[in-house]
T-cell receptor, first 117, second 114 residues
Framework: AQKITQTQPGMFVQEKEAVTLDCTYD???????LFWYKQPSSGEMIFLIY??????QNATEGRYSLNFQKARKSANLVISASQLGDSAMYFCAMREGLGTSYDKVIFGPGTSLSVIP | DVKVTQSSRYLVKRTGEKVFLECVQD?????MFWYRQDPGLGLRLIYF???????EKGDIPEGYSVSREKKERFSLILESASTNQTSMYLC?????????????FGEGSWLTVV
């Protein structure tokens, strides 16, 4: 069963507008971490933002913020003031089993974001 | 500068060949991971390892095996390559039990099986 769901295979956004990329997850762990990565056409994985399951505040990193709703098991990424360079694949990921032999990171299927001038 | 190095960026192999994909990290990380990335499916976990000689199956281990004889090296093995294993393979490493931005990725290995 898919543990990370990203329901938007592709998204378009106008330059300078904000966009929200959806992510829902499933885990029975109490302690886990949620990530967003950007993958441009070059293929490298670029870390954007991290949210720990016990963090009370939503994480923010510059133009990126993570809308964490623990009860709904959702971790949406909000990009404010989109730029042309934001066009890329975006992956939601979850780390579970932290510190155990099952410490692992799993990814969602990704959302392709295109920023329109 | 911390690094995860995948020895081969682009490979073309024949069906039935044995294929080795090597990954080396220089950060003394306990955890290492192998993923394959396919359009529309994202990154899928094949195998992971938290220590030398230890391995755990990920979500899609069929057709693959791994080897971790040294802490810094994690090898992915395709015993008999098939065309449906044509994909991009990504290696990653992290510290065990440390949360946050502590995961590092290699540049990827593009494998084509003909």
């Amino acid at each position: 069963a898919q543990k990370i769901t990203q329901t938007q295979p592709g998204m378009f956004v106008q330059e300078k507008e904000a966009v929200t990329l959806d992510c829902t997850y499933d885990t029975s762990d109490q302690s886990y971490g949620l990530f967003w990565y950007k993958q441009p056409s070059s293929g490298e994985m670029i870390f954007l933002i991290y949210q720990g399951s016990y963090d009370e505040q939503n994480a923010t990193e510059g133009r990126y913020s993570l809308n964490f709703q623990k009860a709904r098991k959702s971790a949406n990424l909000v990009i404010s003031a989109s730029q042309l360079g934001d066009s890329a694949m975006y992956f939601c990921a979850m780390r579970e089993g932290l510190g155990t032999s099952y410490d692992k990171v799993i990814f969602g299927p990704g959302t392709s974001l295109s920023v329109i001038p | 500068d911390v690094k995860v190095t995948q020895s081969s960026r682009y490979l073309v192999k024949r069906t039935g060949e044995k294929v080795f994909l090597e990954c080396v990290q220089d950060m003394d990380h306990e955890n290492m991971f192998w993923y394959r990335q396919d359009p529309g499916l994202g990154l899928r976990l094949i195998y992971f390892s938290y220590d030398v000689k230890m391995k755990e199956k990920g979500d899609i281990p069929e057709g693959y095996s791994v080897s971790r004889e040294k802490k810094e090296r994690f090898s992915l093995i395709l015993e008999s390559a098939s065309t449906n294993q044509t994909s991009m393979y990504l290696c990653a490493s992290s510290l065990l039990g440390v949360s946050g931005n502590t995961i590092y990725f290699g540049e990827g290995s593009w494998l084509t099986v003909v």
